[in-house]
Every structure is written in C-alpha cells, then in structure tokens.
T-cell receptor, first 114, second 111 residues
Framework: EAGVAQSPRYKIIEKRQSVAFWCNPI?????LYWYQQILGQGPKLLIQ????????DSQLPKDRFSAERLKGVDSTLKIQPAKLEDSAVYLC????????????FGQGTRLTVV | GEDVEQSLFLSVREGDSSVINCTYT??????LYWYKQEPGAGLQLLTY?????DMKQDQRLTVLLNKKDKHLSLRIADTQTGDSAIYFC???????????FGKGTHLIIQP
C-alpha cells in the first residue's frame, strides 16, 4: 500500500514570497491533516479535512495560510506571503475516517524562509 | 487548550530497557499514540492504545496507560542503536479533531 506522498521535500524561499505544498493521501482515506512542526517541537495541527470539507482550521493563520482539497483527494497548502517564523516541516497525514485510531504521515516538506 | 508533556531527553545503555513517559490533560482522549521520528524522516506510528485499556504489548514495545493520572509510558525492551530517534506522545481528543502532540523525547543510546 502506497503511503502519504508529499512534495517538494525541501523548499527555500525569501520572506514575503509565496510557496505551495502538495499532499496525496493514502487511497480511500477520507480524512486529511496538515501539521506544522517547528524545530524542537511536536507537530501542531493546522487544518483537518473530511473529504473536501474543512472540519477544523482554528489554528491556521488565515491571513497568510490557505489550504484546499477540492476533489476530496489531493490537497495543497499555500503560504502567501511567507515570514521567517514559517520555517518548519509541514507534515501531511491521512486516516480512513475522522475518528480512526490510525493516522499515517508523509515525510514532510522542510521549508526554510530566509 | 489540551496539552501533552514529555521529558526532552532520555539516555540508556544498549541492551537496557528504555521507558519514555508522557502526561496529558484531555480527560476525553479516545486513543493515545507513540510515534517515532528519525532524522529527516516523517512520523512513524509505533503503537497506540485505546483509552479503556491499561496495557498493550507488541514485540519489544509495552505501552502502559494510567487513565486516572493521565499518564502514558512506552517501554522498549533490549534497546538497540536503531531505536535512537525522537519519540512523540500524542492523543486523539474526544472531538476527534486531529492529534495533540508532545514536544518529543530524544532517545540517546550509549554503547
């Protein structure tokens, strides 16, 4: 079974530029999550989708971050404009259902903002 | 908000048992998890326990849950160099709105 795929693996941008990350969850998984992991900390949930609808985006900085999952499969997370403090690893995870016991993580995209 | 706490470092000798501890605050947690993260890699689910269980064993891994004290532990028997990683405790709250992670425990293996 293929795992959660994310791209790119690494991205370096200057502050005030825009960046987008892509995630392809495990086939058939209805729930998709984006997490932000700042160096030295645990992952923090940014947004959760159930199919193509947003379940929870309470911790998403909506003035600069946006995410979509238009067809209920792939998802993109965008930052516009980026700030230095956005430097982190962005992890995508998926699970079969919202209350499933297991969430599977991709390898993440490491973003460096200079 | 909900919180998950772990100590930042644990150093053990190769061959000994490692015990990584975690406390959480969400009394409505349904599942509690241990994830492993090696350098440059994503999170690997090691094991999880349902909140109405006390213990779960899976090969070298033993998870103990004290729901009254909101304390979770992960015991790794016969610790090997390949176990060197950061271990994250996480809980899934009753609202099932994503996982809340601790900051991770760096497991350091001494030869």
């Amino acid at each position: 079974e293929a795992g959660v795929a994310q791209s790119p693996r690494y991205k370096i941008i200057e502050k005030r530029q825009s960046v987008a990350f892509w995630c392809n969850p495990i086939s058939g998984h209805a729930t998709l999550y984006w997490y932000q992991q700042i160096l030295g900390q645990g992952p923090k949930l940014l947004i959760q989708f159930q199919n193509n609808g947003v379940v929870d985006d309470s911790q998403l900085p909506k003035d600069r971050f946006s995410a979509e999952r238009l067809k209920g499969v792939d998802s993109t997370l965008k930052i516009q404009p980026a700030k230095l403090e956005d430097s982190a690893v962005y992890l995508c995870a998926s699970s079969p259902t919202r209350d499933s016991s297991e969430a599977f993580f991709g390898q993440g995209t490491r973003l460096t903002v200079v | 908000g909900e919180d998950v706490e772990q100590s930042l470092f644990l150093s053990v000798r190769e061959g000994d048992s490692s015990v990584i501890n975690c406390t959480y605050t969400d009394s409505s947690s349904t599942y509690l998890y241990w994830y492993k993260q090696e350098p440059g890699a994503g999170l690997q689910l090691l094991t999880y326990i349902f909140s109405n269980m006390d213990m779960k064993q899976d090969q070298r891994l033993t998870v103990l849950l004290n729901k009254k004290d909101k304390h979770l532990s992960l015991r790794i028997a016969d610790t090997q160099t390949g176990d060197s990683a950061i271990y994250f405790c996480a809980d899934l709250g009753g609202g099932a709105d994503g996982l809340t992670f601790g900051k991770g425990t760096h497991l350091i293996i001494q030869p």
